[in-house]
């Protein structure tokens, strides 16, 4: 008997006094189905859902031949209270073979493209064995359709040191052609060699630039972005900018050199100085002036490996003024600045 109820009412939908029709106690009905949700993908609203892995009664549920969904709409977008529109079916998906949305492992997705602009719609959807008796009903969801915005142009980007810098033009209009009073503000988006597109705005920047910090130097990141219109609790974004890929670079020098000393020795004037202490360090470049002359000239252009040169191209009683910088291994190799200046006389 109390299966019986239970079955009896389960078969009921609740919605201004409307009712499904009575459905055998033998039949064991789908539960509702898990995590169903209405968003926007591009110039569709897209419905997604997945499967029910249990029957009314909390067992496991043995099969499922498909879902109906079923779809109801409003003029305006504000989400409308009370009573909701008489919904239709919109459509009928067969799991094995559909015709109609997608089926992925448990995950059935149905892309509606038929909107008219300034409504609101709502879906609801059940799973079936047999499409004359669904299972319980889901929540229903709704979302807002207008005309969307214009995409903002050329999206431009800066590489920075563990940073990219992006700037884009301000949407002003909408795909109508009428002025974007509504602009809510921009979603960026930033896909990487490592990871698929990520929203790095949930909720949308108002204005131009925008700094991504904390990037992977020498990496190269593909960046996109949409202008967000906000229809009354929802959001509604243009299609994407054209992309852009910004490749962060190292642009900070080691510490430089301490500590330099000159000794004249027989085989010329012996530098030495404290092995520096950064972790991407290359080398080190030694530079000379002789006293007297203008500037200094550059006496390795190989970098050194270790903290020790012999400048043996030297002349007796001459004075020699020296110093040294550290250099980086970037792939653009950033200079130190340069070590404290010495004199010696060889």
């Known amino acids: 008997m109390k299966l019986v109820k239970l079955l009896t009412l389960a078969l009921f939908l609740i919605s201004c006094g409307k009712k499904m029709a009575p459905v055998s106690p033998d039949a064991v009905l789908p539960a509702a189905v898990r995590q169903f949700q209405v968003a926007q993908e591009g110039p569709a609203l897209m419905v997604s859902w997945l499967l029910p892995q249990e029957n009314l009664l909390g067992q496991p549920l043995s099969q499922i031949s498909g879902c109906l969904l079923y779809r109801a709409e409003v003029p305006g977008v504000v989400a409308q209270k009370g009573c909701l529109p008489e919904f239709h079916l919109l459509a009928d998906i067969d799991l094995a073979y559909p015709r109609q949305g997608k089926v992925?492992?448990?995950?059935?997705?149905?892309?509606?493209?038929?909107?008219?602009?300034?409504?609101?719609?709502?879906?609801?959807?059940?799973?079936?064995?047999?499409?004359?008796?669904?299972?319980?009903?889901?929540?229903?969801?709704?979302?807002?359709?207008?005309?969307?915005?214009?995409?903002?142009?050329?999206?431009?980007?800066?590489?920075?040191d563990k940073a990219?810098?992006?700037?884009?033009?301000?949407?002003?209009?909408?795909q109508n052609g009428q002025p974007a009073r509504d602009i809510a503000g921009y979603h960026l988006y930033r896909r990487s060699p490592q990871e698929d597109w990520r929203l790095l705005t949930p909720e949308p920047i108002r204005n131009p630039p925008y700094e991504d910090l904390a990037l992977t130097n020498d990496v190269p990141y593909?960046?996109?972005?949409?202008?967000?219109?906000?229809?009354?609790?929802?959001?509604?974004?243009?299609?994407?900018?054209?992309?852009?890929?910004?490749?962060?670079?190292?642009?900070?020098?080691?510490?430089?050199?301490?500590?330099?000393?000159?000794?004249?020795?027989?085989?010329g004037v012996e530098l030495r100085w404290e092995p520096n202490p950064a972790p991407d360090l290359a080398g080190y470049l030694v530079y000379r002036r002789p006293t007297g002359a203008p500037q200094f000239a550059l006496l390795t252009p190989e970098l050194l490996k270790n903290p020790y040169f012999v400048d043996s191209q030297v002349a007796k009683g001459q004075s020699y003024h020296y110093y040294v910088t550290a250099v980086d291994n970037a792939k653009r190799p950033n200079e130190s600045p340069p070590s404290e200046e010495i004199e010696v006389t060889f």
């Open 222 to 267: 593909t960046y996109r972005v949409r202008a967000v219109r906000r229809l009354g609790p929802d959001l509604l974004a243009s299609l994407d900018s054209p992309p852009c890929t910004v490749a962060p670079v190292d642009l900070t020098p080691p510490p430089p050199p301490l500590n330099l000393v000159a000794v004249p020795t027989v085989k």
């Open 104 to 160: 992925e492992g448990e995950k059935v997705s149905y892309r509606d493209s038929n909107l008219l602009p300034t409504h609101r719609y709502f879906y609801r959807v059940a799973a079936y064995y047999d499409p004359a008796y669904p299972g319980a009903w889901s929540p229903v969801q709704s979302h807002a359709w207008a005309s969307l915005p214009q995409a903002p142009g050329a999206l431009d980007g800066q590489a920075g």
């Open 164 to 174: 990219a810098y992006l700037s884009w033009p301000i949407v002003s209009l909408l």
